[in-house]
Antibody, heavy 120, light 108 residues
Framework: QMQLVESGGGVVQPGKSLRLSCAASGLTLRWSGMHWVRQAPGKGLEWVAVISYDESDKYYAHSVKGRFTISRDNSKDTLYLQMNSLKVEDTGVYYC?????????????WGQGTLVTVSS | SYEVTQPLSVSVALGQTARITCGGNNIGSKNVHWYQQKPGQAPVVVIYRGDYRPSGIPERFSGSNSGNAATLTISRAQAGDEADYYCQVWDSDATFYVFGTGTKVTVL
């Protein structure tokens, strides 16, 4: 069964850090661009960041640039999101998603999401 | 940065046709993807690159993209089509993806 599985979510205080992981099972990520997308409670989808298959390109949404870092370990078929200086408005479900072809294409696989709650 | 607009909600009678628009400046020159999201679930692509349908998605779903609007059309709407639908566009100038605000489709 091909799936992406996120982990690492939880409750954290404002200003603290959290690291999310996204592991692939039944498929390989090593040739695909990978993305993080988040969704605040009751709100729409917000794209967060993308990384190319070889890590040569990384792009971020304005709202997280300078605070979040996307990375990957192709030997482990795993994607990461290091989140620093967290804000209350970073609260939401974080999904990892695989680009069908190259870095920028439609997302053909999504994880089930991991919930991040930033609260004092 | 690039902006896209979607209607907040669309209602359609059972068996009729629903059309969801995604408006943006010269969006017809861009690749537009559409996702369906049901409550508590991750999104699923229903149309990609404007008018392509992934395997497993019913032929009732179709897409078009021209000028300043992309459109997702759901023909012969069924109760199971009730969901939120999002368009997605890559802003190559700013190098980031943009999602539309989402449209809630209700089948009456």
């Amino acid at each position: 069964q091909m799936q992406l599985v996120e982990s690492g979510g939880g409750v954290v205080q404002p200003g603290k850090s959290l690291r999310l992981s996204c592991a692939a099972s039944g498929l390989t990520l090593r040739w695909s661009g990978m993305h993080w997308v988040r969704q605040a409670p009751g709100k729409g989808l917000e794209w967060v960041a993308v990384i190319s298959y070889d890590e040569s390109d990384k792009y971020y949404a304005h709202s997280v640039k300078g605070r979040f870092t996307i990375s990957r370990d192709n030997s482990k078929d795993t994607l990461y999101l290091q989140m620093n200086s967290l804000k209350v408005e970073d609260t939401g479900v974080y999904y990892c998603a695989k680009s069908y072809s190259g870095t920028v294409d439609y997302f053909d696989s999504w994880g089930q999401g991991t919930l991040v709650t930033v609260s004092s | 940065s690039y902006e896209v607009t979607q209607p907040l909600s669309v209602s359609v009678a059972l068996g009729q046709t629903a059309r969801i628009t995604c408006g943006g400046n010269n969006i017809g020159s861009k690749n537009v993807h559409w996702y369906q999201q049901k409550p508590g679930q991750a999104p699923v692509v229903v149309i990609y690159r404007g008018d392509y349908r992934p395997s497993g998605i019913p032929e009732r779903f179709s897409g078009s993209n021209s000028g300043n609007a992309a459109t997702l059309t759901i023909s012969r709407a069924q109760a199971g089509d009730e969901a939120d639908y999002y368009c997605q566009v890559w802003d190559s100038d700013a190098t980031f993806y943009v999602f539309g605000t989402g449209t809630k489709v209700t089948v009456l």
